[in-house]
């Protein structure tokens, strides 16, 4: 079993409640990307059970969830965000999903009051508030953190982040 860089958590120096959920999410994009990170073709598409769920799946599918609650992009079908095509490739997807982020923190960074409504694609239900988005950003991230800890020890024993 192969052991990973040891794991230091999130940030403790939220100075405010955005910061201390920002650095939350952050410390969560930052799990996921690296236990898809540098896992050989196929196993980082592979389905670790019986579902399909995939390492490529998971970082694909967060960044369309982000670009959806950050950046007000639609998503027409979810089951799709959740499988890599043939053409995706891993550099790719993460190279995406690390772009989305940045772009995402931009957003995040004009927040200043976390009750106003976050941005909505047009049609859509009425839109969350921008703290309910953080945290079900932290929520969602980190349900599919530990679901990419799972199938990346499938993969090669790797544990911890």
Do not use: C
């Not at 670009?67 to 089951?79: A, D, H, S, T, V």
């Amino acid at each position: 079993m192969r052991r990973r860089a040891k794991d230091v958590g999130p940030p403790r120096t939220g100075a405010d409640e955005k910061a201390a959920l920002l650095g939350f999410l952050d410390y969560l994009r930052g799990s996921i990307a690296d236990k898809a990170a540098d896992v050989p073709e196929p196993q980082a598409r592979t389905a670790g059970v019986p579902s399909g769920t995939n390492l490529l799946g998971l970082i694909k599918h967060l960044t369309r969830v982000e670009r959806f609650y950050f950046l007000g992009e639609p998503i027409n079908n979810m089951r799709r965000t959740m499988r890599p095509t043939r053409e995706e490739t891993a550099n790719g997807l993460l190279a995406d999903y690390r772009r989305t982020i940045e772009q995402a923190n931009e957003v995040i960074e004009t927040w200043t009051d976390l009750t106003l409504d976050a941005p909505r694609p047009p049609g859509r239900s009425l839109p969350p508030s921008r703290r309910w988005v953080l945290v079900h950003m932290i929520e969602e991230t980190a349900r599919h953190a530990g679901h990419a800890d799972i199938l990346r020890e499938q993969i090669d024993g790797s544990t911890g982040r």
